[in-house]
């Protein structure tokens, strides 16, 4: 079955450095990926998506390039916040499985002052 | 506006019991999605409805698990007899419809069996 795979947890960064957070999925047909980032005491909310190979995701400075010849979606952003501190899941979703999402473990990301 | 909502916030339950967890969508949503995350484990998909009907049943654990939805409105998910191993978040989301939209997710039922 369909499958996402981010690299492990924790993660822990001084202010103003680079992010990379790495994912990479295993699907037949054409994916849509998405992170989703839940911050400490609140709920789960979409960060950026990607609904076709080459296609760039962007918000709040974060960014994710859709990669389908590597299977990947990685996450960055040039120089992190103490307020990015959260988890960020990699997810996929297919029109043909009803549009459910499948998500990866989820990298806890912490930002130092 | 109001997000998707979820009661109860916590439940702790004995062993054996059942329990009923209920989601209310965004107004307007036809589609809506159960998820449930297990202490130090990624979120797993349990059911989704288009409308009240649902199509894939295929997430959910066991037969101890069952969810309905009214109309295109508040949808219900009662797992019976209650196991340790049914411990977890249970998250609900709506969207817009099929096909792509984002997902909007309630803050979710952390339940508890004791």
């Known amino acids: 079955g369909d499958s996402v795979t981010q690299m492990e947890g924790p993660v822990t960064l001084s202010e103003e450095a680079f992010l990379t957070i790495n994912c990479t999925y295993t699907a037949t047909g054409y994916p849509s990926l998405f992170w989703y980032v839940q911050y400490p005491g609140e709920g789960l909310q979409l960060l950026l998506k990607a609904t076709k190979a080459d296609d760039k995701g962007s918000n709040k400075g974060f960014e994710a390039t859709y990669r389908k010849e590597t299977t990947s979606f990685h996450l960055e952003k040039g120089s992190v916040q103490v307020s990015d501190s959260a988890v960020y899941f990699c997810?996929?979703?297919?029109?043909?499985?009803?549009?459910?999402?499948?998500f990866g473990e989820g990298t806890q990301l912490t930002v130092n002052p | 506006g109001a997000g998707v909502s979820q009661s109860p916030s916590n439940k702790v339950t004995e062993k054996g019991k059942d329990v009923e967890l209920r989601c209310d969508p965004i107004?307007?949503?036809?589609?809506l999605y159960w998820y449930r995350q297990r202490l130090g484990q990624g979120l797993e998909f349990l059911i989704y409805?288009?409308?009240?009907?649902?199509?894939?049943k295929s997430g959910l654990p066991s037969d101890r698990f069952s969810a309905e939805r009214t109309g295109e409105s508040v949808s219900t998910l009662t797992i019976q007899r209650t196991q340790q191993e049914d411990s977890a978040v249970y998250l609900c989301?709506?969207?817009?419809?099929?096909?792509?939209?984002?997902?909007?997710f309630g803050p979710g039922t952390r339940l508890t069996v004791t």
């Open positions: 107004s307007g949503h036809t589609a």
């Open positions: 997810a996929l979703s297919k029109e043909t499985s009803g549009s459910r999402l499948t």
């Open positions: 989301a709506s969207s817009l419809a099929l096909g792509g939209y984002e997902q909007y």
């Open positions: 409805f288009q409308g009240n009907s649902a199509p894939d």
